[in-house]
C-alpha cells in the first residue's frame, strides 16, 4: 500500500495534515420550527443532516449533484437544493422540510392540491416539487421577477408560463408536470 506522502517532497510527511479526518462543529438549526442542535463533520451537506442526523426522510437525494430539485428545502423563506450546501453554512436559519408543511391529518394547500391533481405520481420527487412550489408561489406574490416575465415593471402574475420556468429545475420522470402546473394554479387562486 502507498502512504499517503508518497510521492510529496522530502520531510513533508511529518507535517502532513490528513485531509479525510472530519473536522467536526456545533450547528443549531430551526428545523420545521424546531430548535436542533448538531455536532456535524463540516463536510456534511443539509440535506444529509436532516437525513441521516436528524431522521427528516422526505426530501429525497435524487442526482447529488443540484439537477435534480429532489432535494428542495425552504431556507429563510428561499427554496434552495439541500445536496449543495453545506449544513454548518445555516447555522441558526429557519428550515422548512416537507415534513413542516403539513401531516397527513392537517396537509399544507399545496400538498392537498397536489393530491387532487394527481401531481406527486410516483411520488419521489414529490417532496421538493411541493417545497419549491410553496417557495415559488411566494416569490410571485413578492414580485420577484423571472426569465419569462414580461413585464418587469409589474408585477409578475401566476401563469402557466411563469410556474414552469420557475418549476425547470425541479424535475418529474413520470411526467407529471401538466398536473403540477394545475395543483400550483389551484393554491395561487385560493391565495389571491
Known sequence: MVGA?????EGAGAGAVRTDDPVLAKVTLTVNGQRRDLELDTRTSLLDAAREH???TGSKKGC???????CTMIVDGRRINACLTLAVM???AEITTIEGLGQPDHLHPMQAAFVKHDGYQCGY???GQICSGVAVLE???AGIPSHVTADLEAAP???EAEIRERMSGNICRCGAYSNIVEAMTEVAGARA
Open 139 to 141: 416569490e410571485i406574490k
Open 54 to 56: 436528524l431522521h427528516l
Open 5 to 9: 506522502t508518497a510521492g510529496a517532497p
Open 90 to 92: 445555516h447555522q441558526g
Open 157 to 159: 402574475r401566476v401563469t
Open 125 to 127: 420527487c414529490t417532496p
Open 64 to 70: 447529488d449533484h443540484g439537477q435534480c430539485g429532489a
